[in-house]
């Protein structure tokens, strides 16, 4: 077992009220799953059954006898922000340590898969071609990922997000 196996068992199910976290988390590595349902008592069935932490800001899925007992893992998220937000999660769970950025599609949650420039060839534009080496691949979905621009901005951020960690999510 690779050493950090432990990375792959923090899944995450995000409610609809803090659905920004989960292109967050998938950017930062971790499975999560978007719950957009309207009955909290299957977004509770499926965490269940998947073994995935809530993250969630309805107070009421708080109150379910699931979570009160430990059987199943929810975060209640304090803030709006979705950077506190993140900080927040980062704190109580403890993800510094455990990133592996880039490595799920954004999209679908599927692992990327590493391809060739001449893979990719057709698939992306010639600029992109010419003055990038490396690309992913969703497997499901078929969107291509390189590090240009975009994958910057987002590292710097995600960079900013885990020194900020830290500090208190209000």
């Known amino acids: 077992m ?19 976290l989960t292109r967050w988390l998938r950017m930062m590595g ?9 009955n909290d008592s299957d977004m509770v069935r499926q965490a269940l059954a998947e073994g995935r932490v809530i993250l969630t ?19 209640m998220i304090e803030s709006d922000e979705p950077e506190r937000q993140m900080r927040q999660i980062m704190n109580t769970l403890d993800l510094q340590s455990h990133l ?7 999209e679908c949650n599927k692992p990327l898969i ?7 060839k057709d698939r992306v ?11 992913m691949e969703c497997p499901d979905c078929g969107r291509i990922y390189w590090r240009g621009t975009h994958w910057k901005a987002m590292t710097r ?8 960690s830290d500090s208190s999510p209000d």
Not at 100 to 106: E, I, K, Y
Not at 125 to 135: E, F, I, L, N
Request: with cysteine.
């Open 100 to 106: 592996r950025p880039f490595t799920l599609c954004l």
């Open 30 to 38: 971790y499975d999560s799953l978007f719950f957009n349902g309207d």
């Open 57 to 75: 800001r309805d107070t009421e899925i708080m109150k379910r006898r699931t979570i009160n007992r430990g059987q199943l893992k929810a975060i």
């Open 125 to 135: 534009p010639s600029y992109v071609y010419k003055t990038q080496s490396q690309y």
């Open 114 to 120: 590493e391809k060739s420039r001449e893979e990719v």
């Open 157 to 164: 951020k995600l960079e900013q997000i885990v020194e900020n």
């Open 2 to 20: 690779r050493g950090d196996s432990a990375i792959n068992e923090i899944r995450f199910i995000v409610d609809h009220n803090v659905g920004k």
